[in-house]
């Protein structure tokens, strides 16, 4: 029940396309849901996120969907870039509670220029 | 740098010695997580602390690791008798004590420490 699934485990996208990456979990105590990316060598970074209580937030490129009734969230990244090659991973944590994170296994993400 | 900060970066031991990683949370965290990244693989959760406490550490093995964050001095993670399955990246982050400002939820990563034991 603290799993969160991740897919695909890698994608590859033209530049200027759309990149699409699911998750889903099982725990309704969830109740944040952050993106994480991360270049080879480096630590994760804090992309995006979002509450159970919005369907969707934009920032920019990025956009996380949500389906609270379906358990599952989206990133969506339009107009893919080479430079937005990295490894994502989503998340989800109980802010009542310890905040841990609990990460899905990445999705590799390669933009072609 | 105000960021989290992680030593060493890059650690190689043999097999039987002790390691030890170090973790010095952003300014004003008082709240500490340690994560294990093994290649090619997501970051499973370890252990979570505040000062003195330890809060969380149902991810953490129960035979030769250990951590601490002591009321001063950066927390450390510490690996007795590594074996080669402990060779990973090990990344710490930190959060705002809860309830003060604009607490996000946002967990704040280092740059990892990379264990190889050879």
């Known amino acids: 029940q603290q799993q969160v699934k991740q897919s695909p485990q890698s994608l590859i996208v033209q530049k200027g396309g759309i990149s699409i990456i699911n998750c889903a979990y099982e725990?309704?105590?969830?109740?944040?849901f952050p993106w994480y990316q991360q270049f080879p060598g480096k630590g994760p970074a804090l992309l995006i996120a979002i509450r159970p209580d919005v369907s969707e937030k934009k920032e920019g490129r990025f956009t996380i969907s949500f389906n609270k009734s379906a358990k599952q969230f989206s990133l969506h990244i339009m107009d893919s870039q080479p430079g937005d090659s990295a490894t994502y991973f989503c998340?989800?944590?109980?802010?009542?509670?310890?905040?841990?994170?609990?990460f899905g296994t990445g999705t590799r993400l390669k933009v072609l220029a | 740098n105000a960021g989290v900060m992680q030593n060493p970066r890059h650690l190689v031991r043999r097999r039987g010695q002790e390691a030890r990683l170090r973790c010095s949370p952003m300014?004003?965290?008082?709240?500490v997580y340690w994560y294990r990244q093994l290649p090619e693989e997501g970051l499973k959760f370890m252990v979570y602390?505040?000062?003195?406490?330890?809060?969380?550490e149902s991810g953490m093995p129960k035979e030769r690791f250990s951590a601490e964050f002591p009321k001063e001095g950066p927390s450390i993670l510490r690996i007795q008798q590594v074996v080669r399955g402990d060779s990973a990246a090990y990344f710490c982050a930190s959060s705002p004590t809860r309830g003060q400002g604009l607490n996000t939820g946002e967990l704040f990563f280092g740059e990892g420490s990379r264990l190889t034991v050879l």
């Open positions: 725990n309704t105590a969830f109740d944040y």
């Open positions: 300014k004003g965290h008082s709240h």
């Open positions: 998340a989800a944590s109980i802010t009542s509670g310890t905040y841990k994170y609990i």
């Open positions: 602390l505040q000062k003195e406490n330890i809060i969380d």
